[in-house]
């Protein structure tokens, strides 16, 4: 109401001021007590968009199929938490699509491991299948112009394709928003080598003299520690002076909680140092919001035998989903699920910026893997229409009985048992 009033006397107040000006100063009075409300203007990064429901800076996974059903990819400054499958073979496969996706997209990459080597990981990278992602090609020299006309017709292409430009510069980022990767094929080194990557490798981070429980600690406070200066020397952190360009840190970690980080969630029902991966998860949140980074990271929660403990490490997550595998499972001889490799649960989905969370259309989701692709589907649709193709393909019954019993007429046993009267009867009538 301040306002208001403040709008209304000043409007009141103009033809008073205005005795002795000229129409063209009054008309500029009048319109300069007004300014339009514009929009700030979004941080433009390549691989980005922001979201339809809440603004948030949102970014690929790699699988446009979970894309969807996170509403429309990750938020920056989130964490994705999936539950590692037995084997952890569909769930290491994801995080490389994550990983392959901020290469394609030329984000910097945080990769932590406590098993395998990073580069290792970096190395099974899939390849991408699409044509905006630009490989390094040697530039054409001119021809002479004595050479024979049967070399200069060796080659021939499309007169509309001539005049286009030779690819000279190395790996360009792609602008769009969601890549599709040939899981069949690893990534060139040229490509994975023009990302710049951060590795972090348990092994050369925690010496062998250290004691059983400081090596619980120091594991995860190594791991905080190191992504941490990450983030404040490359710039990452918001509250770091605007630049000219700002780029995404995505940040992978491979099988958190197990026994190769000196955590005991895995070892025991009754974990002793159990707030160690907790109190991680809580820094790392804390970090990432304040940054621009996104992290995904894996569990094995199949051999965490707590569940309020596996509740608590969920809800310190933002995004949580968890991968059944069919293999060594009786599903896995199921013909109805043939078609498919497991099973995939969202556990829980974040509430940004806003009240209501939005929640995927369907639960009943399983994924497969192709022979260059890995999706995620909804099963649940496909076996309606495989329970209504079984119907279809019933044998008829000729007997008269069904119609008996729709009229509401006894039924004998002859009828019951098709007698021959009736058969007889049907065929001279």
């Given at each position: 109401?301040?306002?208001?009033?403040?709008?209304?006397?000043?409007?009141?107040?103009?033809?008073?001021?205005?005795?002795?000006?000229?129409?063209?100063?009054?008309?500029?009075?009048?319109?300069?007590?007004?300014?339009?409300?514009?929009?700030?203007?979004?941080?433009?990064?390549?691989?980005t968009r922001p979201s339809v429901q809440n603004g948030q800076l949102l970014v690929s996974t790699g699988v446009t199929s979970l894309d969807y059903l996170l509403g429309g990819g990750l938020a920056v400054g989130t964490v994705l938490l999936i539950e590692e499958d037995r084997f952890d073979s569909y769930s290491r496969m994801i995080l490389k699509y994550f990983l392959a996706e901020g290469v394609v997209c030329r984000h910097e990459l945080f990769v932590a491991t406590a098993q395998d080597n990073p580069d290792e990981i970096l190395q099974e990278l899939p390849a991408p299948i699409l044509d905006d992602v630009a490989v390094p090609k040697p530039v054409e020299q001119p021809r002479p112009t004595g050479e024979p006309q049967d070399s200069l017709d060796a080659m021939t292409i499309a007169?509309?394709?001539?005049?286009?430009?030779?690819?000279?510069?190395?790996?360009?980022?792609?602008?769009?928003?969601?890549?599709?990767?040939?899981?069949?094929?690893?990534?060139?080194?040229?490509?994975?080598?023009?990302?710049?990557?951060?590795?972090?490798?348990?092994?050369?981070?925690?010496?062998?003299?250290?004691?059983?429980?400081?090596?619980?600690?120091?594991?995860?406070?190594?791991?905080?520690?190191?992504?941490?200066?990450?983030?404040?020397?490359?710039?990452?952190?918001?509250?770091?002076?605007?630049?000219?360009?700002?780029?995404?840190?995505?940040?992978?970690?491979?099988?958190?909680?197990?026994?190769?980080?000196?955590?005991?969630?895995?070892?025991?029902?009754?974990?002793?140092?159990?707030?160690?991966?907790?109190?991680?998860?809580?820094?790392?949140?804390?970090?990432?919001?304040?940054?621009?980074?996104?992290?995904?990271?894996?569990?094995?929660?199949?051999?965490?035998?707590?569940?309020?403990?596996?509740?608590?490490?969920?809800?310190?997550?933002?995004?949580?989903?968890?991968?059944?595998?069919?293999?060594?499972?009786?599903?896995?001889?199921?013909?109805?699920?043939?078609?498919?490799?497991?099973?995939?649960?969202?556990?829980?989905?974040?509430?940004?910026?806003?009240?209501?969370?939005?929640?995927?259309?369907?639960?009943?989701?399983?994924?497969?893997?192709?022979?260059?692709?890995?999706?995620?589907?909804?099963?649940?649709?496909?076996?309606?229409?495989?329970?209504?193709?079984?119907?279809?393909?019933?044998?008829?019954?000729?007997?008269?009985?069904?119609?008996?019993?729709?009229?509401?007429?006894?039924?004998?046993?002859?009828?019951?048992?098709?007698?021959?009267?009736?058969?007889?009867?049907?065929?001279?009538?």
């Amino acid at each position: 109401m301040l306002h208001n009033i403040d709008v209304i006397s000043s409007n009141m107040a103009a033809p008073m001021n205005s005795v002795g000006k000229t129409s063209a100063d009054r008309l500029q009075a009048n319109c300069t007590s007004f300014q339009k409300k514009t929009r700030s203007k979004l941080i433009s990064i390549p691989g980005t968009r922001p979201s339809v429901q809440n603004g948030q800076l949102l970014v690929s996974t790699g699988v446009t199929s979970l894309d969807y059903l996170l509403g429309g990819g990750l938020a920056v400054g989130t964490v994705l938490l999936i539950e590692e499958d037995r084997f952890d073979s569909y769930s290491r496969m994801i995080l490389k699509y994550f990983l392959a996706e901020g290469v394609v997209c030329r984000h910097e990459l945080f990769v932590a491991t406590a098993q395998d080597n990073p580069d290792e990981i970096l190395q099974e990278l899939p390849a991408p299948i699409l044509d905006d992602v630009a490989v390094p090609k040697p530039v054409e020299q001119p021809r002479p112009t004595g050479e024979p006309q049967d070399s200069l017709d060796a080659m021939t292409i499309a007169w509309r394709y001539q005049n286009l430009p030779k690819v000279q510069s190395a790996l360009a980022s792609s602008s769009r928003f969601g890549h599709y990767y040939d899981v069949s094929k690893t990534m060139e080194a040229e490509i994975r080598q023009a990302a710049k990557c951060h590795r972090f490798y348990l092994p050369d981070h925690i010496t062998p003299s250290s004691a059983a429980h400081s090596a619980r600690v120091e594991s995860y406070s190594a791991l905080l520690k190191s992504l941490q200066e990450v983030i404040h020397r490359e710039g990452f952190d918001l509250a770091t002076p605007m630049s000219k360009s700002r780029n995404i840190l995505r940040v992978g970690l491979h099988s958190l909680g197990s026994a190769l980080w000196g955590d005991d969630l895995c070892c025991h029902d009754k974990p002793r140092h159990s707030h160690a991966l907790t109190t991680f998860l809580y820094g790392l949140r804390a970090l990432l919001r304040s940054s621009l980074s996104v992290a995904v990271v894996t569990l094995p929660s199949h051999l965490i035998q707590d569940r309020a403990l596996m509740g608590n490490i969920t809800r310190l997550c933002d995004n949580a989903i968890a991968l059944e595998s069919f293999k060594g499972s009786e599903r896995e001889t199921n013909p109805l699920y043939k078609d498919y490799h497991g099973l995939l649960f969202v556990r829980q989905v974040p509430h940004l910026n806003c009240l209501a969370r939005q929640l995927p259309d369907h639960k009943d989701l399983a994924f497969k893997l192709k022979r260059k692709q890995f999706t995620i589907e909804s099963h649940s649709s496909e076996l309606k229409t495989r329970k209504v193709t079984q119907r279809l393909h019933l044998p008829p019954d000729l007997s008269d009985t069904a119609s008996r019993v729709s009229r509401g007429e006894p039924v004998g046993v002859a009828s019951a048992c098709g007698s021959g009267a009736s058969g007889t009867k049907n065929l001279d009538f």
